[in-house]
Nanobody, 125 residues
Framework: QVQLVESGGGLVQAGGSLKLSCAASGRTISTYSMGWFRQASGPEREFVAGISRSDGSTYYADSVKGRFTISRDNAKNTVYLQMNSLKPEDTAVYYC??????????????????WGQGTQVTVSS
């Protein structure tokens, strides 16, 4: 069983940057694809970014493409989300998650089997 802990959230002005971290324990995550999701006011978690287990390919939601960057440091067992040019609509609780499948479909929320507790990101206008 892997435990995921997000950190790095906070309050930032529009146009600013934040870097989220997702530290894993209990199991190495180097052999898993990983993803970041966010949840604003609604019940659904929205896909933000994903990174594959095989070749490190990255995937992004259209709304964050060009502004956010997902990366991983396997030596630190940590996944990151660098967020630049933040907008008020990026305000949400951000979650990292471990994907359970060999073939990575990053946007399929139900294919992730471990989730962190989330970190709040608030972007003021």
């Amino acid at each position: 069983q892997v435990q995921l802990v997000e950190s790095g959230g906070g309050l930032v002005q529009a146009g600013g940057s934040l870097k989220l971290s997702c530290a894993a324990s209990g199991r190495t995550i180097s052999t898993y694809s990983m993803g970041w999701f966010r949840q604003a006011s609604g019940p659904e978690r929205e896909f933000v970014a994903g990174i594959s287990r095989s070749d490190g390919s990255t995937y992004y939601a259209d709304s964050v493409k060009g502004r956010f960057t997902i990366s991983r440091d396997n030596a630190k067992n940590t996944v990151y989300l660098q967020m630049n040019s933040l907008k008020p609509e990026d305000t949400a609780v951000y979650y990292c998650a471990k994907n359970a499948r060999i073939y990575f479909s990053p946007q399929r929320t139900f294919e992730y089997d471990s989730w962190g507790q989330g970190t709040q990101v608030t972007v003021s206008s």
